[in-house]
């Protein structure tokens, strides 16, 4: 699957803006967006600016985004009536397909960016297949070099915090691992974990992750900030006894300092002795949350039959929040889900004041996101618990009036 990214634009903004006045030209990005929404029901349709609008789908290939850029300009082919002037709203498109994970995000919008400066260029509509980009870095590659990387002290961990809504208070962190590579830069997570699962890269790379947290962990509780903090567990580690062994050995007795991030997935495939691990690290203190839920397949079967006591919402519900309609429906039964069987819910991906509050009065129990903290190296978090930078964004003078305790867990 493709996620398909369309930059539309009003190409003469400024000419009706001169015919309709201000006020009225900065309304018409709501038709645009509406048109949107209704020419490709189930589509993302996010407005940039008082000209520019972002619509984001899945697709199954580039086809696909060039037929649905065709659809939009023929539905605007006919002029809008204006207070009784017809007008017509010029489009210029430009778009992007790119791979269906988190490392392609800012790719696909830089890309979809690109073909949109060459749309204008060009006096044409432009989209780019950015997932055959012959750039692209090969996982493999990168894979061969992990090892080195690690001992050459390359890898390094940011850390996002989680805060609970009702309690005003930071609950815990996630450690999200990042590669300072000597010729490619910053490389994120996404561009590497799901090679180095298919070799033993992954197991190293956990424990390195385990130990590096451990250490952490304890810095910042000597400092007053006792929080647990929570790794990225993957789904063929946790089928894997041996890995398991040498991971209770790193945590020793101090499973309770750490909790591991697990997606559902990786329980389906070999559920027996997933759940069977999963209990083992439970027993020792580590607390379980489930990761992503409602992205991949979903068992409510499995659901209940796990140790955890948390459950994160994927950020695909999270992020289109407050302009879908599905979304709100989907967060909310989720919400009521977990907490009848005694989890709290955590939304990641909260990125606007809007969501937050949205997700406060549905009883989401705790929020991490941008809104609150990008993921920062652990100096920088250190500040940011010492400042209890999270107060800002919780800003409880204005959410204070949209909580309602009924809605929350009751622990
Ligand atoms: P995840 O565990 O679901 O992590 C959340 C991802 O969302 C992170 O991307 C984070 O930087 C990003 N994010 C946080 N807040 C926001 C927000 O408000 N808006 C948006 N749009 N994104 C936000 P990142 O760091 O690129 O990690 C991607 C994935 O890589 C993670 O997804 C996790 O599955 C995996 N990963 C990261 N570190 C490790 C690790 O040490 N081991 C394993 N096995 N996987 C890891
Ligand atoms: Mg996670
Ligand atoms: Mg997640």
Same mark, same amino acid.
């Given at each position: 699957?493709? @996620?398909?990214?369309?930059? &539309?634009? %009003?190409?003469?903004?400024?000419?009706?803006?001169?015919? +309709?006045?201000?006020?009225?030209?900065?309304?018409?990005?709501?038709?645009?967006?509406?048109?949107?929404?209704?020419?490709? /029901?189930?589509?993302?349709?996010?407005?940039?600016?008082?000209?520019?609008?972002? &619509?984001?789908?899945?697709?199954?290939?580039?086809?696909?985004?060039?037929?649905?850029?065709?659809?939009?300009?023929?539905?605007?082919?006919?002029?809008?009536?204006?207070?009784?002037?017809?007008?017509?709203?010029?489009? @210029?498109?430009?778009?992007?397909?790119?791979?269906?994970?988190?490392?392609?995000?800012?790719?696909?919008?830089?890309?979809?960016?690109?073909?949109?400066?060459?749309?204008?260029?060009?006096?044409? *509509?432009?989209?780019?297949?950015?997932?055959? *980009?012959?750039?692209?870095?090969?996982?493999?590659?990168?894979?061969?070099?992990?090892?080195?990387?690690?001992?050459?002290?390359? #890898?390094?961990?940011?850390?996002?915090?989680?805060?609970?809504?009702? =309690?005003?208070? &930071?609950?815990?962190?996630?450690? %999200?691992?990042?590669?300072?590579?000597?010729?490619?830069?910053?490389?994120?997570?996404?561009?590497? #974990?799901?090679?180095?699962?298919?070799?033993?890269?992954?197991?190293?790379?956990?424990?390195?992750?385990?130990?590096?947290?451990?250490?952490?962990?304890?810095?910042?509780?000597?400092?007053?900030?006792?929080?647990?903090?929570?790794?990225?567990?993957? /789904?063929?580690?946790? $089928?894997?006894?041996?890995?398991?062994?040498?991971?209770?050995?790193?945590?020793?007795?101090?499973?309770?300092?750490?909790?591991?991030?697990?997606?559902?997935?990786?329980?389906?495939?070999?559920?027996?002795? $997933?759940?069977?691990?999963?209990? @083992?690290?439970?027993?020792?203190?580590?607390?379980?949350?489930?990761?992503?839920?409602?992205?991949?397949?979903?068992?409510?079967?499995?659901?209940?039959? +796990?140790?955890?006591?948390?459950?994160?919402?994927?950020?695909?519900? &999270?992020?289109?929040?407050?302009?879908?309609?599905?979304?709100?429906?989907?967060?909310?039964?989720?919400?009521?889900?977990?907490?009848?069987?005694?989890?709290?819910?955590?939304?990641?991906?909260?990125?606007?004041?809007?969501?937050?509050? %949205?997700?406060?009065?549905?009883?989401?129990?705790?929020?991490? /996101?941008?809104?609150?903290?990008?993921?920062?190296?652990?100096?920088?978090?250190?500040?940011?618990?010492?400042?209890?930078?999270?107060?800002?964004?919780?800003?409880?003078? =204005?959410?204070?009036?949209?909580?309602?305790?009924?809605?929350?867990?009751?622990?």
């Amino acid at each position: 699957m493709l @996620r398909i990214r369309l930059l &539309v634009e %009003l190409a003469n903004f400024s000419g009706l803006r001169r015919h +309709l006045g201000l006020a009225r030209a900065e309304t018409l990005i709501d038709e645009i967006s509406t048109r949107c929404h209704i020419e490709l /029901g189930g589509a993302r349709v996010r407005p940039l600016s008082d000209r520019l609008v972002a &619509v984001e789908f899945e697709a199954g290939g580039v086809k696909d985004a060039e037929a649905a850029s065709a659809r939009l300009q023929q539905s605007f082919s006919n002029p809008f009536n204006f207070d009784g002037e017809l007008h017509l709203l010029r489009l @210029r498109i430009g778009g992007a397909a790119g791979r269906d994970c988190d490392c392609e995000e800012v790719r696909l919008v830089e890309a979809a960016e690109k073909a949109l400066a060459e749309a204008r260029e060009q006096g044409r *509509d432009v989209v780019r297949d950015d997932a055959e *980009d012959e750039n692209r870095i090969d996982p493999l590659e990168l894979v061969h070099e992990l090892p080195r990387a690690i001992e050459a002290g390359e #890898i390094f961990l940011q850390y996002q915090p989680k805060v609970h809504v009702r =309690r005003q208070q &930071v609950a815990s962190a996630e450690a %999200l691992v990042r590669w300072r590579h000597p010729t490619r830069g910053l490389v994120l997570p996404g561009e590497f #974990i799901q090679a180095a699962e298919q070799s033993r890269a992954i197991g190293n790379l956990t424990l390195w992750t385990l130990e590096r947290v451990l250490k952490d962990q304890r810095r910042l509780a000597d400092e007053g900030h006792d929080l647990p903090i929570f790794v990225n567990m993957s /789904g063929v580690l946790l $089928a894997d006894a041996c890995f398991v062994e040498q991971a209770c050995r790193v945590l020793g007795d101090e499973g309770a300092r750490v909790g591991f991030e697990i997606t559902e997935t990786a329980v389906i495939r070999d559920p027996e002795s $997933a759940i069977r691990h999963l209990q @083992r690290f439970a027993d020792i203190g580590v607390a379980i949350a489930i990761d992503d839920y409602g992205a991949g397949l979903s068992s409510l079967a499995y659901l209940k039959q +796990l140790p955890a006591k948390e459950l994160k919402i994927d950020k695909l519900f &999270v992020t289109q929040l407050t302009s879908s309609n599905r979304d709100p429906l989907i967060v909310r039964s989720t919400i009521d889900l977990a907490h009848a069987l005694d989890m709290e819910v955590t939304a990641e991906g909260v990125e606007t004041p809007a969501a937050m509050a %949205l997700l406060s009065v549905m009883g989401c129990d705790m929020i991490q /996101g941008y809104l609150v903290s990008r993921p920062v190296e652990i100096e920088a978090f250190r500040l940011f618990l010492e400042e209890e930078a999270h107060l800002k964004a919780l800003d409880s003078q =204005r959410f204070s009036f949209l909580r309602s305790d009924r809605l929350w867990k009751s622990a």
